[in-house]
């Protein structure tokens, strides 16, 4: 069943392009007949799935949004990149050529470009921001502000949040509560179950 359809509202610079309009709820943002943003076919973005073009944001050419992905403002996919999974786009950020993301936050003016490829690690993803232009990898809890080249592979797979800026690296130690064993944790409920005396 389709969840879109493609209107004859025509992007007032680029007329093939054409609004989206949701002809079922798509997701909590997004009930029937709520207008997106821009395609140029329904190969640009999945009839299933909780996706979505908002705002005046743009998949074209060869582009794909998909899954849980989500397009904001005035972002653009185009070329042949992937846009999967929970990521999420922002400003006027933009993914194009043969790039692949799987999630985090692309924002501000950055660009994804390439065969760069971007992913969660766990339940932690990766922020692009700032002026920064990503060709290579990059995976889990770090922060890119800054170029990343085809060769670039960077993996965090830590709970601690990295900082790339301007070429130089940060790390921030995220606070982690102890925990009492669970051998403690029954005595202590086997302590509140006794009787009083």
């Known amino acids: 069943m389709s969840k879109y359809k493609i ?16 002809v079922s709820d798509v997701n909590e943002k997004v009930p029937k007949g709520t207008l997106g943003g821009f395609i140029e076919n329904e190969n640009n973005l999945s009839q299933e799935g909780t996706c979505w073009i908002y705002d005046d944001a743009i998949c074209c050419e060869n582009g794909e949004v998909k899954e849980e992905a989500a ?11 992937v846009v999967t999974g929970d990521t999420t786009f922002y400003d006027r950020a933009v993914a194009k050529r043969d790039c692949y993301i799987c999630g985090g936050e692309i924002k501000e003016n950055a660009v994804i ?32 502000k800054g170029d990343i080249f085809p060769w670039d592979i960077f993996n965090n797979h830590t709970k601690d949040m990295f900082l790339y800026e301007n070429g130089k690296w940060s790390a921030f130690s995220v606070p982690e509560k102890l925990k009492p064993p669970q051998s403690y944790q029954k005595r202590q409920t086997k302590k509140k179950n006794q009787p009083e005396r």
């Open 113 to 144: 470009s390439g065969k760069a490829f971007i992913d969660t690690v766990g339940v932690n993803a990766p922020v692009i921001g700032g002026e920064s232009h990503v060709y290579g990898e990059v995976r889990g809890n770090i922060y890119i």
């Open 71 to 81: 397009l904001y403002d005035g972002s653009l996919v185009r070329g042949y990149a």
């Open 7 to 22: 209107t004859e509202i025509e992007h007032p610079k680029y007329p093939w392009l054409h609004r989206i309009q949701a």
